[in-house]
T-cell receptor, first 117, second 113 residues
Framework: GAGVSQSPSNKVTEKGKDVELRCDPI?????LYWYRQSLGQGLEFLIY????????KSGLPSDRFSAERTGGSVSTLTIQRTQQEDSAVYLC???????????????FGDGTRLSIL | GESVGLHLPTLSVQEGDNSIINCAYS??????FIWYKQESGKGPQFIID?????DKRQGQRVTVLLNKTVKHLSLQIAATQPGDSAVYFC????????????FGTGTSLTVIP
């Protein structure tokens, strides 16, 4: 489809395991964002990629969290040594960006529901 | 720091009535605002946006009003339908925070048939 695609849609894993979450942004979108959403809560910013610039990692909660974006398209969010408090929905969004600061809406995927047992 | 909040966490309206969802923000430099709709089990869906050089913008059955004086944003939904039941988020962006968006916690809208 033409929207943001995330996989897997659901992930259940044991505490201490590593997980990888994938995001395919909308074709042509240069900006990509990762957020975390806990039950009944708003969106918590994690990391932002824009083109070939260094990512803004200011929202990553700990060094167990990391993300990559290969070829300016697909992104992977990795959580190492998962903890129960990592359980949440992880949302990816992408947007166009034309200038240094550009008002462009973010378009979201349906998220990965991560449950840590 | 940034603060984007919603006045009411829940809102119930009768089918066919108009709905108004409110949002307050604290950064006077904010210049771009978006409303999102999030249905259960899905990601936020873009509804409508507005830039700070406007105070009103209309879409299909939705209107966004921006009052920069009191830093207030509202979403009006005309002739609310059961399919409008969802959580609605406002988001804001400002040039002094780069490309980050700040989101409110959301208002849950329930449409009563």
């Amino acid at each position: 489809g033409a929207g943001v695609s995330q996989s897997p849609s659901n992930k259940v894993t044991e505490k201490g395991k590593d997980v990888e979450l994938r995001c395919d942004p909308i074709s042509g979108h240069t900006a990509l964002y990762w957020y975390r959403q806990s039950l009944g809560q708003g969106l918590e910013f994690l990391i932002y990629f824009q083109g070939n610039s260094a990512p803004d990692k200011s929202g990553l909660p700990s060094d167990r969290f990391s993300a990559e974006r290969t070829g300016g398209s697909v992104s992977t969010l990795t959580i190492q040594r998962t903890q129960q408090e990592d359980s949440a929905v992880y949302l990816c969004a992408s947007s166009l960006r034309v200038r240094t600061y550009s008002n462009q809406p973010q378009h979201f995927g349906d998220g990965t529901r991560l449950s840590i047992l | 720091g940034e603060s984007v909040g919603l006045h009411l966490p829940t809102l119930s309206v009768q089918e066919g009535d108009n709905s108004i969802i409110n949002c307050a923000y604290s950064n006077s430099a904010s210049d771009y605002f978006i409303w999102y709709k999030q249905e259960s089990g899905k990601g936020p869906q873009f509804i409508i946006d507005i830039r700070s050089n406007m105070d009103k913008r209309q879409g299909q059955r939705v209107t966004v009003l921006l009052n920069k004086t009191v830093k207030h944003l509202s979403l009006q939904i005309a002739a609310t339908q059961p399919g409008d039941s969802a959580v609605y988020f406002c988001a804001e962006q400002s040039s002094n925070t780069g490309n980050q968006f700040y989101f409110g916690t959301g208002t849950s809208l329930t449409v009563i048939p």
